[in-house]
């Protein structure tokens, strides 16, 4: 009798562990998908990030191509009247 309450009590007790471990394995798949949820969200922010950089770096680079012909023009000018 002694015996099968050991073994009932061992049973009781490795089920338990086994819904705590099932619980515990829901709730990190549903904080997996939260995560995969925010890095999706950082790429696309990231993705958008890098496009207005890309927009800048050429307005840049056509901003700084207009001031060389406005400098290489002046220099033509005070050229011209010496």
Known sequence: MFRNSVVCS????????IVCCNQARASLAVRKQEL?????????RLEEEEERMNVYNAEKKKLQTNIQDLE???VFLMLSLI
């Open 10 to 17: 061992t049973v009781v007790m490795f089920t338990l562990s």
């Open 36 to 44: 995969d949820e925010v890095i999706r969200e950082m790429e696309q």
């Open 72 to 74: 290489d023009q002046l």
